[in-house]
Structure formats: structure tokens, C-alpha cells
């Protein structure tokens, strides 16, 4: 199975922003500072130098156990044995670079509005980006999204989103605000003189927000109590209660909660199970499932 993908801060490279200073330098003092995605994006190099960037990159990230994604190149993302690629709306379809890719590599695309958002979803993208929420130089002449769509992805969108474009240290609360629960940035980062510590400031403020808005159901929820007899029924952690249940499986439990088409997130033994995997996601028993309603949702 997949693993469940989630991330805070995703740091994309962007070399023109740091003459005279390596690109691995620089990603490493973005690793440093806590960036747990990190994207290639180089939209000079022939490939075969792609290949060979993304490979040393890809050495770096997986010391800190960060996935690399590739920017626009699937078969760049296969050579260098990347994590996943991330795709333009100008870029091979989704479901062509599932096929190219597999089930367990991370697909990723851009998103400038509602519609794209959804399609992206129903295309199964395990993330999409929404942006650019301002007006940036790393993208010029790209009309900015506004944190309205931000707000919209954050209350429609199940799979995790990210916002991007023109962000800083200086708006990054604007953007959790209107409901970001991750951000994504160039040259905030990688053209600072510090990123270490604009990473670590970035994900002082995504941390805040996260941790501000968690509304646990625990003491709302009831469970009717399953029959026993020789039907399958595992005992389950259930927000900190012990319950049995003859769900197999993390949807089939959420339906018992009457949450599934609720704006929850599930985390199963602490790490978060994406909405589009419940229905694959075994429950066994001994495991401790949380859900948990995000107000701002994202
Ligand atoms: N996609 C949407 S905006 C953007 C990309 C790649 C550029 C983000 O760069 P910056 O420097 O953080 O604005
Ligand atoms: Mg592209």
C-alpha cells in the first residue's frame, strides 16, 4: 500500500535565486530547517544534467527522509529514482503519468482554480498546489489566485493541498488564515541568505495553526455496539477509547461514525491516512484511530 502522504513546508529550488552558492548547500539548510518535501525544478538543464542533479538531490533528501519530486519530467523522476513528479495543467495528463509511474509514486499538480482542483482529485493526484496566491518573479506574468481560491480549496478539497506563489514569512499567516495548512515557497527560501531559519519560522507558524484549530470528537461520538458471534470483530482505539468494531476497514469505521462525508481528517497509529486510501487502509486490531475535524479544514 501506499504510504499516506502529508507535509508541511515544501521547499522547491530555484538556483537562479542563490548565485555563488551550491544547489545541494542550499536544500540542505532548507532540510535542515524542517522542509519535509522537496521539488527539483530547473527548467534550463538538458536532461541528462536534470538526471544527474535530481539524483545527487535525491541522496540529500532521503538522509533526512524528505521525499524529492521532480518538476515536469516523469522519466527524469524514474532515472534518479525520485519520490514523484509534480505536473503543470500544460503537462502530461495525470492518469498518463500514473501509468508511466506506477501506484506508489507521488503525483503532483498545479491548480488555478476550483475546477482544476477537482479534476485533479477525481484524476487521483496525491497533492495539488494552488497558487500562485500572489504575484511572484518566479512566475512571471501569472495572474495571482488570491487566498480566495485558497479558502476554496481549503473547504471543497480532500487531498492535501498546498499554497504557493509569492509567499513569505511576512504574508505566510494571510494564507494559513484563509485555511493553507502547507506552504510552499522559492524564493523566500532558497534567495535567503538563512534558509535554515525561514524554514524553521515558516513551520513555527503552519505548527500554530495546526495545532490552534484540532477539535477531537471523542466525547461526541457513539458507537453501537457491533454483534458478536462469528462475525470478524477487532477491538480498536477509537480518539482514545476502546471500542470493538466490525469495520474492516479505516472508511467502513468512519462510516460507523457517520463522518465520511465530513470534513475529517483520519490518522491511524499517529500518521495520516489520506481520504482516497480508508477504503484500502485494513483496520487491525490493537490499532488507535483518530479523527479529527479540521474548522478551517485544508
Ligand atoms: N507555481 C505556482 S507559483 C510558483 C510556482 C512554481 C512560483 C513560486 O515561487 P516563489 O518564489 O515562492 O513565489
Ligand atoms: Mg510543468
Known sequence: ?????????????????????????????????????????????????????????????????VPLIVNDHPDVALAADADGVHLGQDDLPIEAARELLGPRRIIGISTHRIEQARAAERAGADYIGVGPVYPTGTKPGRQAVTTAYVAQAASEIAIPFVAIGGITETNAEEVLRAGARRLCAVSAIVGHDNPESVCRNLLGKINAWRLGEQVVFADSLSLSMPTRGDVREVEVVVNGRSERTQAATLLELAAEYKLESRSVVAELDGAVVPRQLWGETPLQGGCSVEFVHFVGGG
Open 1 to 65: 500500500m501506499k504510504r499516506p502522504l502529508d507535509f508541511k513546508l515544501y521547499v522547491i529550488t530555484g538556483e537562479n535565486y542563490h548565485p555563488g552558492r551550491g544547489m545541494l548547500e542550499v536544500m540542505e539548510a532548507a532540510l535542515r530547517g524542517g522542509a519535509d518535501i522537496v521539488q527539483l525544478r530547473d527548467k534550463m538543464s538538458p536532461k541528462r544534467e536534470l538526471i544527474e542533479k535530481a539524483k545527487r538531490l535525491k541522496e540529500l533528501t532521503a538522509k533526512y527522509g
